[in-house]
């Protein structure tokens, strides 16, 4: 089967993107355009991609209560096409064990799938079940009816979750990348004159249903990114984290390039990626990563980080910083964030004695913390990048050889020769300084009957009778050949 002119049309358009983020999904939530950038591209773009790292389109929308993160996330998901959908409003962590296993449902897959669940719970994100449901497909033994039961999942979805109050460990924040959403008062202005207009009007939006039905077009492919070699060195070193960050920054350029490969040219098998694919995963990158080492911070440990750079000499311990500076939340809420911000490197502690008499350890910004420097990930211009829509794979290529395979090729260089010329019947030999390489040309080499020069500089030219010239010559063939031996 093929697709219908109208969806063909809608696939090869080459603002496809910015018509579902912008103009379908305005109709229904105001402002969050990097939200929706982001949510969109891991859920329509994430399952596309064959040749991805197993985790990199796992999405955690992690915000306060009221803030809008399980109404942004459903309708940013509504131009997904249904079959490739599967959302829950509540889930226990063991059920996945038995979700889809290849024993009761074996043409079953989860990939290419999206799973949303909506307002986890701490305890189901911290599950060893869900973790290896994070990381891939899973596999478990287990005794029903006295009798052991092998289960297998297979695939991995992309996932999607909603959270209010949980709190991540480390081992999750690399599963995950964490997105916040406006929860500014200009924000909710906007929100609120939102509605009165639709009451005013009487009107209910709907996201347009053919943009729903273009997308199921898209098929799962292979992406190259010919490009790929000049992107990393733009990026930081300074956290481990970057091992598994780097990687899932690759995977949304791939995620953009599969989301629009109607548009892309196909080699030996793969989707070409281009410039307008890497443009989009930087604009992502720079919505979720929210400090210069690109480490993914939860909206507690935003705060904590944003109290510490408006006060770059405070220093404290736990129970100073929670009395005086931090204390929405709990105490013990905020030891285990500024636990976490220090193993990250952005937050270094030492141990003092407190009023009690005790140790304890005081917290301050680490000495090798710039707030002043801020993320930056260069353009694709930037970075070598070719314009033009047309060529840009192509560009990137040229440039890469103009760039780290140009040699420069040393010139040999050509023996002075010695014109002679001449004038009023008597042969003239225009002095030259001998070349200081000890390389010089043989007897042989030397010149044949000159062209007529047209300039004669009395003051660099010197008169000779033949007798003379022939001793001159002479001459000049013993100090080459002095220079040859």
């Not at 009395?458 to 001159?472: C, I, Q, V, W």
């Amino acid at each position: 089967m093929t697709a219908d002119k109208e969806s063909l049309n809608i696939l090869k358009d080459k603002n496809l993107f910015k018509n579902i983020v912008e103009t379908e999904l305005n109709k229904k939530i105001v402002g969050e355009i990097e939200s929706r950038k982001v949510i969109v591209l891991c859920s329509q773009g994430g399952r596309l991609v064959e040749n991805a790292q197993i985790a990199s389109f796992n999405l955690m929308i992690i915000d306060g209560a009221g803030v809008g993160k399980d109404y942004t996330a459903n309708e940013s998901l509504k131009p997904l096409p249904s079959q490739y959908l599967l959302k829950r409003t509540r889930i226990s962590a063991t059920v996945l064990n038995y979700w889809h296993n290849a024993k009761d449902d074996p043409q079953w897959t989860w990939d290419g799938k999206v799973l949303y669940l909506e307002d986890i719970s701490e305890n189901i994100l911290n599950h060893e079940v869900f973790k290896v449901m994070c990381s891939g497909g899973s596999s478990a033994t287990i005794v029903k009816d006295q009798k052991i039961i092998e289960l297998e999942i297979k695939g991995k979805p992309v996932m999607i979750i909603t959270t209010a109050t949980a709190t991540p460990n480390p081992e999750l924040t690399r599963r995950f990348v964490m997105l916040n959403l406006d929860s500014s008062k200009d924000q909710t202005k906007e929100i609120m004159k939102r509605h009165s207009q639709f009451r005013q009007e009487g009107i209910i939006p709907t996201i347009d249903p053919k943009y729903k039905n273009a997308l199921q077009w898209l098929k799962r492919v292979k992406v190259k990114i010919p490009f790929a070699d000049l992107i990393h060195e733009h990026f930081p070193i300074d956290n481990v984290i970057m091992r598994t960050h780097y990687p899932r920054f690759l995977d949304f350029i791939s995620a953009s390039t599969a989301f629009h490969q109607f548009q892309r040219k196909e080699e030996k098998g793969f989707v070409i990626a281009e410039g307008q694919d890497y443009d989009l995963a930087r604009d992502c990158f720079l919505k979720l990563c929210s400090n210069k080492y690109m480490i993914p911070l939860t909206l507690n440990q935003k705060k904590i980080l944003e109290i510490f750079e408006s006060k770059p000499f405070l220093e404290g311990s736990i129970a100073e910083l929670h009395a005086s500076e931090m204390n929405f939340i709990s105490d013990r809420a905020l030891s285990y964030n500024l636990s976490l911000l220090g193993s990250y490197g952005i937050l270094e502690s030492k141990a003092k004695i407190n009023q009690f008499n005790k140790t304890v350890e005081s917290y301050s910004l680490s000495k090798n913390y710039n707030i002043n420097q801020k993320i930056d990930i260069p353009t694709f211009k930037k970075i070598g990048g070719s314009e033009g829509s047309e060529a840009r794979s192509g560009g990137v290529k040229l440039q890469q050889k103009q760039t780290f395979t140009h040699k420069t090729t040393k010139k040999t260089p050509k023996p002075t020769s010695l014109p002679i010329l001449e004038k009023d019947g008597k042969r003239v030999c225009q002095s030259a300084s001998l070349p200081s390489q000890p390389s010089l040309p043989s007897p042989a080499s030397l010149p044949s009957q000159p062209t007529t020069n047209t300039t004669n500089n009395k003051n660099n030219n010197k008169e000779f009778s033949s007798k003379d010239f022939l001793k001159n010559e002479k001459e000049l063939r013993e100090i080459i050949k002095e220079f040859e031996q």
